[in-house]
């Protein structure tokens, strides 16, 4: 059975830090890509971070310098950093993990507010 289990979701001050873990389990063939989407009320779904089994990564310009994405290959889990957060951060999370198939994670609230 596969599970993607998120975690690290949550409120935020603005300027301030989260870290979101995505680890995956039970998918019966080798993860290609990793990465994380977004979306807010009331929008489609975007994307926020990927990243490749050789470690390259791919940012949405709205992140860049400020979020960081990693993998443990090992651990088949991939991370957000997320630092100097911004209220339009405000969005749904969703881990997706790429294989032969494509697994979605249930996703984590992430609130920016004062």
């Known amino acids: 059975q596969v599970q993607l289990v998120e975690s690290g979701g949550g409120l935020a001050q603005p300027g301030g830090s989260l870290r979101l873990s995505c680890a995956a389990s039970g998918i019966p063939f080798s993860i290609n890509r990793m990465g994380w989407y977004s979306q807010a009320p009331g929008k489609e779904r975007e994307l926020v971070a990927t990243i490749s089994k050789g470690g390259s990564t791919n940012y949405a310009d709205s992140v860049k310098g400020r979020f960081t994405i990693s993998r443990d290959n090992a651990k088949n889990t991939v991370y957000l950093q997320m630092n100097n957060l911004k209220p339009e951060d405000t969005a749904v999370y969703y881990c997706?993990?790429?294989?032969?198939?494509?697994?979605w994670g249930q996703g984590t609230q992430v609130t920016v507010s004062s």
């Open positions: 997706n993990v790429v294989s032969l198939l494509t697994y």
